[in-house]
């Protein structure tokens, strides 16, 4: 009987494995899918990646719910870049490489947190007439994401996406000579039709400037969580 218990035992602890790698993958496709909606600015698609009340942390605003998600991908982004309609846009380059994930699947695996590196390149080709105002002709965008996602309904989403910017750098210049075009938030929703409903207690500086991004796994070696996080 104890041979019993102990190959059920066995058995369900391989059953959890087998599913946190199942979530696992599921979770990097779901992110990595998101980059690709985003390359080619397909932003409803984006938008029913998010819980419903998921969030998004952009430029040091917090957009919550799809209200908020919305406001931020259709809205501003779709708008601004494509006129508001549904891309690929002729002459339009926003390609988002994402990379170097690490997912963390709760031991209910009901919750995950994922860090992924974004390497972004973007512009428009001198042949197209509808230039978006302020955005360089050819530029570089580096940054980190670390996300927390749910299930919901049986299907993982992204509770909260967080992207902390690291740097831009228009092509010409190079990152040596060039400041973010991006900048914080300053002011929230409806005054700024286009804003956050909520804004970080502090604003993060953009490149030049260089701040911490806090892991949210242990170190791999040493078991210690880093950051104080």
Request: glycine letters at 8%.
């Amino acid at each position: 009987m104890s041979e019993l218990n102990e190959m059920k035992s066995e058995l369900a602890e391989l059953k959890s494995r087998v599913g946190k790698i199942e979530d696992l993958h599921a979770i990097r496709k779901l992110h990595y899918a998101y980059g690709y909606y985003i390359d080619f600015c397909q932003y409803d698609e984006v938008v029913q990646l998010f819980a419903k009340d998921g969030e998004v942390i952009f430029l040091s605003g917090i957009y919550k719910g799809h209200e908020g998600v919305a406001r931020l991908y259709k809205t501003w982004f779709q708008n601004f870049f494509t006129k508001g309609k549904p891309g690929p846009e002729y002459g339009f380059l926003l390609d988002h490489f994402q990379m170097q994930d690490i997912i963390t699947v709760a031991d209910d695996r009901k919750t995950a947190k994922g860090r992924f590196r974004a390497i972004l390149m973007g512009g428009n080709h001198e042949t197209r007439e509808y230039k978006p105002e302020g955005l360089p002709e050819q530029f570089y965008e580096a940054g980190i994401y670390e996300n927390d996602y749910v299930q919901e309904d049986g299907v993982w989403k992204i509770k909260r996406l967080d992207y902390m910017v690291q740097w831009q750098a228009e092509y010409e210049k190079g990152w040596a000579h060039t400041e973010a075009h991006l900048q914080p938030a300053v002011e929230t929703y409806p005054k700024n039709p286009l804003g956050p409903d909520e804004l970080l207690p502090k604003a993060r500086q953009t490149w030049p400037h260089r701040h911490d991004v806090p892991y949210h796994y242990a170190h791999p070696v040493m078991g210690a969580k880093l950051n104080g996080k």
